[in-house]
């Protein structure tokens, strides 16, 4: 109790001083240093997080969502199944309701809720974030499989299969829907700054900027940079430039309760001493903020990494990348598949886009271009002309008014493209004979763009992306497409590379239909 009262009192004191003390802002170097008399430096002082009131409202209604979804569920097979209370006759409780309508609209829901909260579906680092969220879901609803069965089994109850297969069924559908639909919501508020982390980045400025680019670019994460702090003192003449205030020589803890942050990322490896670190994470504890590490390791995902605890030391074990095996083969019988099967149903617009092109103006309808594909090899790729007969003439004559960089050349407003090439391009109608190159296994539904060069333009960390066969979409078409500079291309190709897999594909896929309706970076 002694102890309790020093700390209050203690941190009471610092509240005091530090309130009545203003920073003080260089002018020189650019960053903000603490007040004349030192930032107040405690391991006692444990500030309070902001409370997060989105956060809490955003998993009260997942939670009156998901419950409406079980209960659409359960009604739905009770509907469409006539043995749906199979194993339930002549069992009344609470006078004239029988076991089965409770069980159906209260003991569905009520366990799938359950269910929800154990599989960490709630948990507030997976919420509107990739595909951990669906994954929990998902396990949930194996969870609540075996629990059916389990349940079946021990009071020995006969229960349709069949209603025991669609409820399972439909609860995983409709949530799915139902969380996604809540992910959309989710992020068109995130776009406006709000239902965030606020994030304090700590470590050398150029690892702090370079997170804060791939946070800022990437809003439906929820992190929300609001500063920086470096562990050292800027040199001499040297003026620190960023899109936030810099902080330096302040105490972390209080620093971050006075800029009413609730996360503090610590970038880059020399950002602060391992020691430093742990009594960093001591303090934090029962604050309610969070800590991210960002580790030296980037570009590198999901079951690719492994940590290893011996003694204490975290080690972070990263396998290499997996292309080639079942998975391939896998992948190889799913682009053939869906290309044929996409070659049929789409053949009436593609025979309407081809009308319309040879009514256009003179020329072919198809373009067909060389490209450097899987291990080098060259193709013919196909595509819908988009451009005038005598594009490839007037090249040269363009080259100065390039807007992109590197192997890739791109004009906003080309005045090679036709006009009917403006709309196909925008709806990346134009990729959609490439179909054929997918069929012939020469590309794949998801992969690097094949690029118009020469192989032996592919050189160094570059020619990595020839390891896998070159996509129709990619994470080039869901990042930006055109709008990305060279470097950032290359990144993402070879972060493709290095993290491919199946459920990689299919949410490169997912997400492709909605950035080519919204007509981003597409020109």
């Known amino acids: ?14 509240t005091a001083v530090t309130s009545q003390q203003t920073p003080r802002f260089d002018p020189d170097l650019g960053v903000i240093t603490p007040p004349s008399n030192g930032m107040a430096r405690s391991v006692f002082a444990r500030p309070v997080a902001p409370r997060a009131n989105w956060r809490r409202r955003y998993v009260a209604w997942l939670v009156l969502l998901d419950a409406l979804v079980a209960l659409a569920a359960s009604r739905t097979v009770v509907a469409l199944l006539d043995e749906a209370d199979a194993g339930f006759w002549d069992q009344r409780v609470l006078g004239n309701v029988s076991s089965f309508t409770l069980v159906a609209n209260i ?32 396990r949930a609803n194996l969870a609540m499989a075996a629990t059916v069965s389990f349940l079946a089994l021990g009071f020995k109850k006969d229960l349709s299969r069949a209603t025991v297969a669609a409820i399972i069924i439909c ?17 068109r508020i995130r776009r406006t700054g709000r239902a965030s982390q606020k994030v304090l980045l700590v470590g050398r400025l150029s690892d702090a900027l370079a997170l804060h680019e791939v946070v800022t670019r990437n809003y439906g994460a929820g992190l929300h940079p609001i500063a920086i702090h470096l562990p050292h003192h800027p040199r001499p003449g040297e003026r620190v430039n960023a899109p936030v ?11 971050v309760q006075q800029l009413g942050a609730d996360t503090i990322a610590v970038c880059g490896p020399a950002s602060l001493e ?12 029962g604050t309610g903020l969070n800590l991210v590490v960002v580790p030296q390791v980037t570009d590198v995902t999901g079951p690719r990494i492994h940590v290893r605890p011996i003694e204490g030391l975290p ?15 896998a992948k190889t019988v799913l682009d053939r598949f869906t290309a044929l099967v996409g070659l049929v149903l789409l053949s009436p617009v593609l025979l309407g886009i081809a009308m319309a092109i040879k009514a256009s103006g003179p020329g072919p309808v198809m373009f067909r271009q060389t490209r450097i594909g899987h291990e080098g090899r060259a193709f013919k790729v196909w595509k819908f002309r988009t451009m005038y007969i005598d594009a490839e003439e007037r090249l040269a004559a363009l080259r100065d008014r390039n807007e992109s960089d590197g192997l890739l050349f791109k004009i906003k407003d080309d005045p090679r493209v036709t006009p009917i090439g403006r709309h196909l391009r925008a709806l990346s109608l134009d990729e959609l004979p490439q179909l054929i190159n997918v069929l012939r296994g020469q590309m794949s539904l998801v992969g690097p763009r094949p690029l118009p060069t020469e192989d032996d333009d592919y050189r160094g960390d570059v020619r990595r992306r020839l390891l896998v066969r070159p996509g129709i979409t990619g994470l080039w078409q869901i990042s930006g497409r055109s709008d990305l500079t060279w470097d950032d291309a290359v990144r993402l190709d070879l972060h493709y590379v290095d993290n491919w897999s199946l459920v990689y594909d299919l949410a490169i896929l997912w997400k492709t239909a909605s950035v080519v309706l919204a007509r981003r970076g597409a020109y």
């Open 107 to 138: 003991g569905v829901p009520l366990g799938w809720l359950l269910l929800l909260v154990a599989a960490g579906a709630y948990d507030q680092r997976a919420l509107g974030l990739g595909t951990e969220e669906l994954k929990r879901v998902a």
């Open 315 to 329: 080690l972070l074990n990263v396998d290499e990348p997996t292309i080639s095996g079942l998975s391939l083969l």
């Open 171 to 187: 609860l995983l559908l409709y949530t799915l829907v139902a969380r996604f639909a809540a992910r959309v919501v989710l992020r």
């Open 245 to 255: 205030p810099v902080y330096v020589g302040w105490d972390l803890v209080p620093l």
């Open 274 to 285: 391992s020691y430093e670190l742990r009594k960093l994470a001591w303090q934090l504890e």
């Open 1 to 14: 109790m002694w102890e309790r009262k020093v700390v209050s009192a203690h941190t009471q004191f610092l």
